[in-house]
């Protein structure tokens, strides 16, 4: 069990007739053992090396076939941020979302392939999150397997093993704030805008595709008009 600032928590258990039988005793790994910090941010499990990943300290490893710790990975060998928001795996693939980046690890090669910064993705460094979504020949399963990277706008971005795919609009909002009030109502058949104006902001929502779109800053605007 991971902790928010305990480290991880080994309970083993076993089974009866009455059902699970757990030991009073529980095996602590922190900081003053074997991790580099208490503050556990993901766990994931693939080819047999437990990785778990630090809000401030990296990677840590560990080899269940060896029953034995690997190096660490932090900012001092290959990562870019030892602050690690989370991972995903996929078959034959780890990413890790280090900072405002993501790693993308090959498990079978055991190399790194690529670094994906995530204003590379047009993403805002907040609200990061990262899942994997695995192909399971489902009706609404994808082609392949692959990795969903978000920062809490409604836009997600698609990863397939190193490579950027596509992006998902799951939900937009203006960005005008509490004092926005509608400016002009552009008419085109189903294809019109609605304007809401803000201090700095124009907000526009399309109305045929029912999301908001790019909003203009009007400083900006402004500014290019000299």
Same mark, same amino acid.
């Given at each position: 069990?991971?902790?928010?600032?305990?480290?991880?928590?080994?309970?083993?258990?076993?089974?009866?007739?009455?059902?699970?039988?757990?030991?009073?005793?529980?095996?602590?790994?922190? @900081? &003053? %053992?074997?991790?580099? !910090? =208490?503050? +556990?941010?993901? *766990?994931?499990? #693939?080819?047999?090396? /437990?990785? $778990?990943?630090?809000?401030?300290?990296?990677?840590?490893?560990?080899?269940?076939?060896?029953?034995?710790?690997?190096?660490?990975?932090? @900012? &001092? %060998?290959?990562?870019? !941020? =030892?602050? +690690?928001?989370? *991972?995903?795996? #996929?078959?034959?693939? /780890?990413? $890790?979302?280090?900072?405002?980046?993501?790693?993308?690890?090959?498990?079978?090669?055991?190399?790194?392939?690529?670094?994906?910064?995530? @204003?590379?993705?047009?993403?805002?460094?907040?609200?990061?999150?990262?899942?994997?979504?695995?192909?399971?020949? /489902?009706?609404?399963?994808?082609?392949?397997?692959?990795?969903?990277?978000?920062?809490?706008?409604?836009?997600?971005?698609?990863?397939?093993?190193?490579?950027?795919?596509?992006?998902?609009?799951?939900?937009?909002?203006?960005?005008?704030?509490?004092?926005?009030? /509608?400016?002009?109502?552009?008419?085109?058949?189903?294809?019109?805008?609605?304007?809401?104006?803000?201090?700095?902001?124009?907000?526009?929502?399309?109305?045929?595709?029912?999301?908001?779109?790019?909003?203009?800053?009007?400083?900006?605007?402004?500014?290019?008009?000299?």
């Amino acid at each position: 069990i991971s902790t928010e600032s305990l480290g991880i928590l080994q309970i083993n258990y076993t089974f009866d007739s009455a059902g699970l039988i757990f030991p009073d005793e529980v095996t602590v790994f922190d @900081s &003053s %053992n074997y991790l580099n !910090s =208490n503050f +556990i941010s993901d *766990m994931k499990l #693939t080819n047999d090396i /437990l990785y $778990i990943a630090t809000e401030n300290f990296g990677i840590n490893r560990y080899n269940l076939n060896s029953e034995s710790w690997l190096p660490p990975w932090s @900012s &001092s %060998n290959w990562l870019s !941020s =030892n602050n +690690i928001h989370g *991972m995903a795996v #996929t078959s034959g693939w /780890l990413h $890790i979302f280090a900072g405002s980046s993501i790693h993308v690890y090959d498990t079978n090669a055991m190399i790194e392939r690529n670094i994906i910064s995530i @204003s590379d993705m047009n993403l805002s460094n907040s609200g990061h999150s990262i899942n994997a979504w695995s192909n399971l020949n /489902l009706q609404r399963s994808p082609n392949s397997d692959m990795v969903l990277i978000g920062d809490s706008s409604g836009k997600l971005v698609t990863i397939v093993g190193e490579d950027v795919e596509d992006s998902i609009i799951l939900a937009t909002s203006p960005k005008s704030g509490e004092n926005a009030q /509608l400016t002009v109502f552009i008419e085109d058949g189903d294809q019109g805008e609605i304007w809401i104006s803000g201090n700095e902001i124009l907000d526009r929502f399309d109305n045929k595709n029912k999301l908001w779109k790019e909003p203009i800053n009007i400083q900006n605007l402004y500014n290019d008009l000299g």
